[in-house]
């Protein structure tokens, strides 16, 4: 499947230019995703049509149906970064002058990652709830049409059902799938409970987890024959917009549209102008963007199963049955704290760093990893932590490394290393477990845990600490996975014994290999590290972040969001 389509309409509005004898013109791309691309398209021809100009100069639009991850990882690529899970962008793959993707959660993740991306305008012009899409008779098992379903219900079905079989789309890839993880996320509440609800859920979740959600509604069954609906996909968080496109094709089992409770965040399509587009294309832009305020647009994205952003529909909508006659409506429904969908929704409250801790668990769950864990235990790890029930620094590491290991699938190899000063001889650092497959050793590495302990008058040599770490992995090198060192720390080097920050960068940056890119993220752990300093270190190397837990008991937290991040945060 191509990746980018130039609409035909694209052209004739470029002809139209040409027929009119324009001494000017000014011509604006605009990469859309493939189901709103359509009726984009539409209403900028007829725009172009009716003569839209800027200041006398004429206005030509192409738009280009674009699927959403592709135009992300080439905007990433554009700012030197790379969003989790995304990957590179292909060749053919072109950065528009405007940019629709279907939510603003692939904004936010790139704000995050690229502090320069900082897109004008991004208020959606369209949406579509996120349901939990079930063939019909399935449906029918569990209440529908009558009875409405919740996702604290749908994730006790998950967790204990064997018959229901639930499936996601990639949600470091689909911002479907990624609103159906945050949803059932905040579903498994809070606590040590919670967290072991999440794993258990996205384990199951992962066993029919597709890289594309076409890939995924090909599994619902095609027929009606038990063995066939048996074994089918069961259920999948999908737009609202797949279940109207799906039951178009008159499949002989219709997928039913479950709107569950709390709505989870919707599709938003945000309209998104480039930083880099120029002041005669903003302004195209923006005229542009005044064509769908129109009841023509609300009709072309009804007869798309789209639904207009204050959640009504236009002529043509093939509403599901038990949809809302309205929808909430949405506004800029990510990145503002308490902001966007607050009437009932899930979304309320996003910002980056819960974006990143639901990636990151998915990616610890089902991406094959190998990762080098680093502790510090010098003896400021006795520090006590008021918001932990003055447990200490230590304890409070401890019980973040067990909740972290007990996250990471078995296809992660995992190692222990512990550090201070003279921890090994005249070496600040001692293995305490190589790194090695989880399916092996992961009796062995939980035990290790219980052996980060303060050592009376330790100090830090974290200089040291982190370049034979980071030889350490890049010399065990695995390809297929990611490979990275993470190391816990509470203050700054002190070691006079050790290595000096000038010669620490220069031979991390001699180490660099492109074919063997290790990722290094430190963890700072309380109010009394320095952060420039570990910035510094960090950005001495291709990949990684620092990511400071100015609360160490919110440890856990943080480490999952550096799970699924690719530069750093504080928190």
């Not at 992300?72 to 793959?93: F, N, Q, S």
């Not at 590495?445 to 040599?461: E, F, N, R, Y």
Request: with cysteine.
């Amino acid at each position: 499947m191509a990746v980018v389509v130039v609409l035909a309409g694209s052209y004739v509005g470029y002809q139209q230019l040409s027929d009119k004898g324009c001494t000017g013109a000014i011509r604006l791309t605009v990469a859309a995703t493939p189901e709103i691309a359509p009726a984009v398209d539409q209403v900028a021809q007829r725009w172009v049509k009716d003569g839209a100009n800027v200041n006398g100069t004429c206005v030509g639009v192409t738009v280009e149906s674009a699927a959403a991850a592709a135009t992300a990882a080439a905007v990433a690529g554009e700012h030197k970064v790379v969003l989790a899970g995304v990957g590179t962008a292909p060749k053919a793959v072109k950065l528009p002058d405007v940019w629709l993707p279907d939510s603003s959660t692939w904004l936010l993740r790139l704000k995050s990652e690229a502090p320069g991306f900082v897109p004008l305008d991004s208020k959606p012009v369209a949406q579509s709830p996120v349901v939990l899409a079930m063939p019909e008779p399935v449906a029918k098992t569990v209440g529908w049409p009558k009875q409405k379903l919740g996702w604290t219900q749908l994730l006790q079905k998950i967790q204990t059902s064997t018959s229901l079989n639930t499936g996601i789309t990639n949600p470091t890839r689909d911002a479907a799938g990624l609103s159906g993880l945050l949803a059932l996320a905040q579903a498994a509440g809070a606590g040590e409970q919670g967290q072991e609800n999440r794993v258990k859920a996205m384990q199951t979740l992962a066993e029919r987890a597709s890289a594309l959600r076409d890939e995924l509604i090909e599994q619902f069954p095609r027929s009606l024959d038990p063995t066939d609906l048996g074994g089918s996909l069961s259920a999948a968080p999908l737009s609202e917009e797949d279940v109207v496109a799906f039951n178009a094709a008159r499949p002989p089992v219709p997928l039913a549209a479950l709107y569950l409770s709390p709505s989870p965040m919707p599709l938003d399509y945000p309209y998104a102008v480039m930083p880099e587009t120029d002041l005669p294309k903003q302004q195209a832009a923006a005229g542009l963007r005044a064509q769908f305020d129109t009841a023509t647009f609300k009709n072309a994205l009804g007869a798309a199963g789209l639904r207009a952003p204050d959640g009504s529909f236009g002529a043509g909508f093939s509403r599901p049955l038990g949809a809302p006659d309205a929808s909430p409506a949405v506004s800029n429904t990510v990145g503002t704290s308490g902001g966007g969908n607050d009437g009932g929704t899930a979304a309320a409250g996003l910002d980056a760093s819960t974006l990143s801790q639901a990636l990151g668990s998915w990616t610890a769950i089902t991406q094959p990893g190998r990762v080098l864990a680093v502790f510090d235990v010098s003896g400021s790890m006795k520090e006590k932590v008021p918001t932990a029930g003055n447990q200490s620094r230590a304890v409070v590491t401890q019980k973040a490394a067990a909740a972290g290991l007990s996250m990471f699938s078995n296809k992660w190899s995992v190692g222990v290393w512990l550090f201070s000063t003279e921890m090994n001889g005249s070496k600040p650092w001692r293995q305490i477990e190589p790194i090695s497959p989880l399916a092996s050793a992961r009796t062995d590495l939980q035990a290790s845990i219980s052996q980060i302990v303060p050592k009376d008058g330790g100090d830090t040599g974290l200089y040291d600490t982190v370049l034979d770490a980071y030889k350490q992995v890049k010399n065990t090198y695995e390809s297929g996975k990611v490979n990275s060192v993470i190391i816990f720390t509470d203050g700054n080097n002190d070691n006079d014994a050790g290595i000096k920050l000038p010669y620490l960068l220069e031979q991390l940056k001699k180490l660099q290999d492109p074919t063997k890119p290790v990722r290094l993220v430190i963890i700072g752990i309380g109010d009394e590290v320095e952060e420039g300093e570990l910035q510094t270190i960090v950005k001495a190397t291709p990949a990684g972040g620092v990511f400071v837990a100015r609360d160490p008991a919110k440890m856990s937290q943080i480490f999952v969001e550096a799970i699924g991040r690719r530069t750093g945060a504080s928190g």
